[in-house]
């Protein structure tokens, strides 16, 4: 199986500043036969199901704030908001979806400072 | 719109069997793989498994290999997901979800409100 960890394991940062989430996964996750990189940001509220933010590592889903950006190739990947608002506080999950078992992180719990 | 709408919460006892399910509606059903993941709480997702957009056939995670039954009913646009054997460990939020394309290697971008399966004696 593919394990996914986080970095940091929580954050708590001022609003209006940057917020950066870092993901590794055991193994790459980018296809050689398309060059595509299997790999998807999300962001749970309490009490909410999760909602896809960036997908392919970089692209960013329909209706999400351009604050919102993903990087990264291969093993190593970064989601970074800028200027923080408030309703960002959440907890955020990187994925593979390369292959089976579609392993998460273990999330990333984000607060304002 | 485009929405998955899952199964009231359960409660059951150590050794029993849920069957959650999920109905799809908004886009055409049999075009769609369909994902379970589940969620304790307090804790990170966990992959379950995955049904083909026939109902023909399902890849389950090796952890849930022999307790997890996933089927759907094309009529209803329904999918279900049974597992057996329940023990306290099985307390979970359980989604359903679904890729953002026709295909199974894809990011999820439409989740059911999830249901909540409660073991305890």
């Known amino acids: 199986d593919i394990v996914m960890t986080q970095s940091p394991d929580s954050l708590a940062v001022s609003l209006g500043e940057r917020a950066t989430i870092n993901c590794k996964s055991s193994?790459?996750?980018?296809?050689?036969?398309?060059?595509?990189?299997?790999f998807a940001w999300y962001q749970q509220k309490p009490g909410q199901p999760p909602k896809l933010l960036i997908y392919w590592a970089s692209t960013r889903e329909s209706g999400v704030p351009d604050r919102f950006s993903g990087s990264g190739s291969g093993t190593d990947f970064t989601l970074t908001i800028n200027s923080l608002q408030a309703e960002d506080v959440a907890v955020y999950y990187c994925q593979q979806y390369y292959s089976s078992p579609y392993t998460f992180g273990q999330g990333t719990k984000l607060e304002i400072k | 719109q485009v929405q998955l709408v899952q199964s009231g919460a359960e409660v059951k006892k150590p050794g029993a069997s849920v069957k959650v399910s999920c109905k799809a509606s908004g886009y055409p059903f049999t075009s769609y793989y369909m994902h379970w993941v589940r969620q304790a709480p307090g804790q990170g997702f966990e992959w379950m498994g995955i049904m083909n957009p026939g109902g023909t056939s399902a890849n389950y995670a090796q952890k849930f290999q022999g307790r997890v039954i996933m089927t759907r009913d094309t009529s209803t646009s329904t999918v279900y997901m049974e597992l057996s054997a329940l023990r306290s460990e099985d307390t979970a939020l359980y989604y359903c979800?679904?890729?953002?394309?026709?295909?199974?290697?894809?990011?999820?971008?439409?989740w059911g409100q999830g249901t909540m399966v409660t073991v305890s004696s």
């Open positions: 979800a679904r890729p953002r394309l026709p295909g199974p290697d894809d990011a999820f971008n439409i």
């Open positions: 193994q790459s996750v980018l296809s050689s036969s398309n060059n595509k990189i299997y």
